[in-house]
Nanobody, 131 residues
Framework: QVQLVESGGGLVQVGGSLRLSCAAP????????MGWFRQDPGQEREPVAA????????YYTTSVEGRFTISRDNVNQTVSLEMNGLQPEDTAVYHC????????????????????????WGQGTQVTVTA
């Protein structure tokens, strides 16, 4: 199983900002959509944001739209998640992932309705937002 290497995360107060970064092997990074997922104990894993291989398409779950920005650096094989205006409900373990999307249902629908396959996964980084 290919491991992705995450950095960033930590403890921040409400309204604060954090930046997560993830490095991937070139053969994985260049062939896949890259995304950030989060999971709290007892909760389902949720796709937070994703960016297509070319970087031209992006997806955000509704609760983070306007606050989070995903970007990818195709030269250095890294994907980042800039998180602003953090709220307590953003508290979770955040995982970087390389995912494969089906060709027939569109980028947004695949992320929104779970039509993707994980090809690589990071160990996760904790983000905690305190009031």
């Amino acid at each position: 199983q290919v491991q992705l290497v995450e950095s960033g995360g930590g403890l921040v107060q409400v309204g604060g900002s954090l930046r997560l970064s993830c490095a991937a092997p070139e053969d994985i990074f260049s062939r896949h959509t890259m995304g950030w997922f989060r999971q709290d104990p007892g909760q389902e894993r949720e796709p937070v944001a994703a960016v297509s291989r070319s970087g031209t398409l992006s997806y955000y779950t509704t609760s983070v739209e306007g606050r989070f920005t995903i970007s990818r650096d195709n030269v250095n094989q890294t994907v980042s998640l800039e998180m602003n205006g953090l709220q307590p409900e953003d508290t979770a373990v955040y995982h970087c992932a390389a995912i494969e999307l089906p060709a027939d249902i569109g980028f947004t629908n695949a992320l929104k309705y779970g039509g993707y396959i994980f090809r690589a996964w990071g160990q996760g980084t904790q983000v905690t937002v305190t009031a």
